[in-house]
């Protein structure tokens, strides 16, 4: 289908082709037909693992009041939901100002800025929509077969979300560009949007630790709403819930309220989101401190100049920063899940430390990632009187150091609760970070360094590998905690993982050379 | 150039090239014999895909030749790359810089590779920066500087270990014409001091005006080689400019191919 050139469904189209080819791009070089097999797969997959959950709801939906199940746990999919469209939003708006690929075009261009920035804003709902529609699809798909089409307004009403989400998320960007300037809003755009997309699930624990009392108020308050409330399912925040559940006045409400939200967003902020994208690719760099100026005495050697190099990368990119942290918020929920399971006598050794070793790991393979696979100038390495393994150990070495700055707070909290535990969370931290570490040296993948949560997209074996050694020492922790003779099966099975993963005969390497 | 050098004199050539092959599915350089003297400004020249760049980062040890030798002022490259290295310098039209570097701090790493030893690597910074106009950014961000200053950058970084072998890949690409002439001056220089000096260039004006010899590169064979005047005669041009010549010793070839 050919669309008019310049118009927006041009544009969207556009768009929508390049979202596609990034999403081809996870998929690496296979082709067109196994990725078209791969999903079908994967949604028969995601379809049987829902079955059960259909067949349990439509096994309770006879027996109750349909209500009173209905909306809470739509209500618990929109909480889940809300948060992680607008925080994709969020995302991918401050990505689209920031590398901005072919904005510099499109804006030299005399289309109207507000149609490129309503074709972007269109293509960021529909990515956004995507990422949760696969999940959420499947078990709409399943309730609606054994519980009843009224099921299937969830799909409209996830539509008018994205867009919901897409619009708020963009008014968040600017609003955030506006507040901070340009310099700042990656790196706390970024954090915002990690912090509204982990922000239910957190929630959800919060109120687990919440004084008793309190908490049994809240539940009260849940199941006998006040009119008015913030539980109250016929108030204004509920209109998403009740337009999910089918309610054809509150869906076509909601469709109009979230389209007309969008369609305002984007033409009257079109023109601000071109002169951000403009003043983002104009922002000076950041001054440097005034004590910078007397001029230093060079160091001397290979070691310290490759050291020094790699700290100083790490340190003046906040972005880089908060992009590896994302990991540890990401694994906090998790922790926290597994340490409230554990009741009054569960054990910090047997909850939060295996995350800790998790998180050392991770944030070992992505430091490792960054220095060895992501070098900024690999070709003039290659070309200084070094070897190629003097470099690299060099490198490895250099990791070490912010390694320990981001695991220092959480062992040495540890400690105060366990010295014992402390010991042996730092003892297999070391373990598991030297193993994934190893693994991104042997196996580069390279890539730039705003690619660092997306490295896998590479090489979703060595991604795979990565998960199973981290998974594998945190196991292996927790035995140890446990004083388990199985200990040493697990260690076992990292370093058969380690083993498998070995260097192969130079011939057999990818080079790091691009 | 010619007061410059005493090419006849200098028994060890800078670089020799002798068989260089390389392929990549098709042949990018074929069979390439090469000699640049001690002291040797020399002008590598070719239409786009002659094979140019390939050789230098053959010799530069960014690619290994599927055949023949590479040797930098007696040192076999292939048998003894870090000690051929050691000595020389690569400088592509694409600066290898880091962007949260800055200068000083890029030239301290740079020395620290090459193990320059600091006071003297210090000094050769202070110094280049000045000559470059790069002393007043010393301490910014290299990321914000345009293609010129990342340009001096980089020609700071590959002249800081005082290089016996320095080939530079479109070198003047971005600069004004007040820094194009400072670099031209600081490659003299550096050829007067007994180092051979490799360019490629699109500006044949450059190669005319600095080189020594010139080479002129297509379908990866040195086709043609001598002095400006050899050259106008291996064409029949005697009064005619290097981009005559050029254009003329380039057109069969392309009409074969």
């Not at chain 1, 999903?39 to 995601?46: A, H, K, M, P, T």
């Not at chain 1, 926290?336 to 009054?344: K, L, N, Y």
């Not at chain 2, 023949?68 to 000690?83: E, H, K, L, N």
Request: aromatic share 8%; glycine share 8%; charged share 20%.
């Amino acid at each position: 289908m050919s669309f008019e050139p310049g118009s927006f469904a041009w544009l969207v189209a556009h768009d929508l082709r390049l979202g596609w080819r990034r999403f081809r791009g996870i998929f690496g070089s296979l082709r067109a037909r196994t990725i078209a097999i791969i999903i079908v797969v994967g949604v028969c997959l995601f379809h049987a693992i829902a079955w059960p959950i259909g067949q349990w709801f439509a096994g309770l939906d006879k027996s109750a009041d349909t209500a009173r199940l209905y909306y809470p746990a739509l209500a618990s999919a929109a909480l889940f939901v809300m948060p992680w469209l607008i925080s994709q939003a969020l995302t991918n708006s401050t990505r689209a100002l920031y590398s901005r690929g072919d904005l510099n075009l499109l804006f030299a261009s005399p289309l109207p800025s507000r149609n490129i920035l309503a074709a972007h804003a269109f293509a960021i709902a529909v990515e956004s929509l995507g990422s949760v529609a696969v999940l959420l699809v499947p078990v709409v798909n399943m309730n609606a077969w054994f519980g009843g089409p009224h099921w299937l307004a969830v799909y409209p009403a996830l539509l008018a979300s994205a867009f919901f989400a897409t619009a708020l998320g963009l008014c968040l960007t600017l609003a955030l560009f506006v507040m901070c300037g340009p310099r700042l809003t990656r790196v706390i755009g970024q954090v915002v949007a990690t912090i509204i997309g982990a922000g239910f699930v957190l929630a959800l624990q919060i109120i687990h630790v919440l004084p008793e009392r309190l908490r049994n108020d809240i539940i009260s308050s849940i199941d006998h709403p006040q009119p008015g409330s913030l539980f109250d399912r016929h108030g204004p925040l509920w209109l998403p819930v009740r337009a999910a559940a089918g309610q054809l006045p509150d869906l076509l409400l909601w469709c109009g309220v979230s389209f007309g939200f969008f369609a305002l967003a984007t033409i009257l902020l079109g023109h601000r989101f071109a002169s951000s994208a403009i003043r983002s690719a104009s922002a000076s760099p950041a001054r440097r401190a005034e004590r910078k100026r007397r001029t230093r005495i060079f160091r001397a050697g290979l070691a310290t100049s490759l050291r020094t190099k790699e700290w100083r990368l790490l340190a003046r990119d906040p972005w880089l920063i908060s992009q590896i942290l994302l990991q540890v918020i990401y694994t906090l929920p998790v922790a926290i899940v597994v340490w409230r399971s554990q009741g009054d006598e569960g054990s910090i050794g047997i909850s939060v430390a295996p995350a800790i070793v998790v998180i050392a790991s991770q944030i070992a393979a992505s430091l490792a990632w960054l220095a060895i696979s992501s070098e900024d100038a690999p070709d003039f390495l290659a070309t200084a009187p070094v070897t190629r393994q003097q470099v690299e150990r060099r490198k490895l070495e250099a990791i070490g150091l912010p390694l320990m700055m981001f695991l220092a707070l959480p062992i040495v909290g540890l400690a105060l609760y366990s010295l014992q535990v402390a010991i042996i969370t730092a003892i297999f931290c070391v373990a598991a970070s030297a193993s994934t570490a190893l693994l991104n040296l042997w196996h580069p993948m390279p890539g730039r360094r705003v690619q660092v949560l997306r490295r896998h997209s590479q090489s979703k074996f060595v991604g795979i590998m990565e998960h199973m050694l981290s998974l594998f020492w945190a196991v292996a922790m927790v035995l140890a905690a446990l004083g388990s003779a199985l200990t040493v099966l697990a260690i076992g099975a990292a370093l058969g993982v380690l083993w498998f993963n070995r260097p192969r005969p130079p011939a057999q390497y990818v080079r790091i050379i691009r | 150039m010619s007061e410059f050098r005493s090419p006849d004199t200098q028994a060890i050539p800078g670089l020799r090239l002798a068989g260089l092959r390389k392929s990549f599915g098709k042949v990018a350089v074929d069979g390439l014999d090469l000699s640049v003297r001690a002291g040797e400004f020399y002008a590598l020249l070719g239409p786009n895909g002659a094979g140019k760049t390939t050789t230098l980062r053959m010799v530069a040890g960014l690619l290994p030749p599927d055949e023949g030798s590479v040797q930098i002022f007696g040192v076999d490259a292939r048998r003894d790359p870090v000690a051929a290295k050691r000595i020389t310098a690569w400088l592509p039209d694409e600066p290898m810089l880091y962007d949260k570097l800055d200068p000083l701090e890029y030239l301290e790493f740079v020395a620290g590779l090459w193990g320059v030893e600091p006071k003297r690597a210090q000094d050769s910074a202070v110094e280049l920066l000045e000559v470059l106009e790069l002393w007043p950014h010393r301490h910014e961000l290299c990321e914000g500087f345009s293609r010129g200053m990342k340009q001096k950058v980089a020609l700071a970084g590959a002249l800081i270990h005082e290089p016996k072998l320095l080939m530079l890949d479109e070198p003047l690409t971005g600069l004004d014409a007040a820094i194009a002439r400072q670099v031209k001056d600081l490659l003299v220089a550096r050829c007067r001091a007994g180092a051979s000096i490799i360019l490629t260039t699109h500006i044949l004006e450059v190669a005319e005006r600095l080189a020594d010899r010139i080479g002129i590169i297509h379908h990866g064979k040195l086709i043609a080689e001598g002095t400006l005047a050899e050259l106008r005669e291996v064409a029949g041009q005697r009064n005619s400019s290097l981009e005559d010549v050029f254009l003329e010793l380039t057109r069969p070839m392309e009409r074969a191919a």
